[in-house]
């Protein structure tokens, strides 16, 4: 076990719509990074947190936003959903960006 | 459980054999490398990191080796089990710049019982 938590574990919704991924990251982490694994891309970033604060961002389409939290949660908002849009969503954390993330285990959306 | 479903290249070993799993990277300036291992239906699992000032690190049963000249990376486990059988993917990060740790295409490890 991570220690990251990431809920809902599977998301099924229609095209057009707006979903939000939710992360917990490890007690102590202040880093929050988003993932987006799909069948042909690999594990593509989309964007970093630290403690609060915006770090870095990557592929993440303008559909797509995020934010962390004061408590250090993070979720990932997706909107306007498309069929490409479905895929593995991960959520990682780290103490620092010298240190290795260690990922939760995934939020599976699936966009009919 | 649920696959990654990638059409990544394969390794099959045997049982009891050492398995070399190798990765270039892009990134000269990349200065912090990772391996993980992702099983079907979870995340990636952090095996084994390495700086750019070292060129090879030992873990239990795993070793890194670096080779910043070709820019290599290459993932040594010895006494290949069953259970580690899964894709694995090198990471690299250039940390003086906006600290994105960059995935590759990964590689699926089959162990032959």
């Known amino acids: 076990d991570s220690g990251v938590t990431q809920t809902p574990k599977h998301l099924i919704t229609a095209t057009g719509q707006r979903v939000t991924l939710r992360c917990s990251p490890r007690?102590?982490?202040?880093?929050v990074y988003w993932y987006q694994q799909s069948l042909d891309q690999g594990l593509q970033f989309l964007i970093q947190y630290y403690n609060g604060e915006e770090r870095a961002k990557g592929n993440i389409l303008e559909r797509f936003s995020a934010q962390q939290f004061p408590d250090l949660h993070s979720e990932l908002n997706l909107s306007s959903l498309e069929l490409g849009d479905s895929a593995l969503y991960f959520c990682?954390?780290?103490?620092?960006?010298?240190?290795?993330?260690?990922f939760g285990n995934g939020t599976r959306l699936t966009v009919t | 459980g649920e696959s990654v479903g990638l059409h990544l290249p394969t390794l099959s070993v045997q049982e009891g054999d050492n398995s070399i799993i190798n990765c270039a990277y892009s990134?000269?300036?990349?200065?912090?490398f990772i391996w993980y291992k992702q099983e079907s239906g979870k995340g990636p699992q952090f095996i084994i990191d390495?700086?750019?000032?070292?060129d090879k690190r030992q873990g239990q049963r795993v070793t890194v080796l670096l080779n910043k000249t070709v820019k290599h990376l290459s993932l040594q486990i010895a006494a290949t089990q069953p259970g580690d059988s899964a894709v694995y993917f090198c990471a690299e990060n250039d940390t003086g710049a906006n600290s994105k740790l960059t995935f590759g295409k990964g590689i699926t490890l089959s162990v032959r019982p």
């Open positions: 007690s102590g982490d202040l880093s």
């Open positions: 990682a954390s780290s103490v620092d960006i010298l240190s290795p993330l260690h």
């Open positions: 390495i700086r750019s000032n070292m």
């Open positions: 990134n000269s300036a990349s200065d912090y």
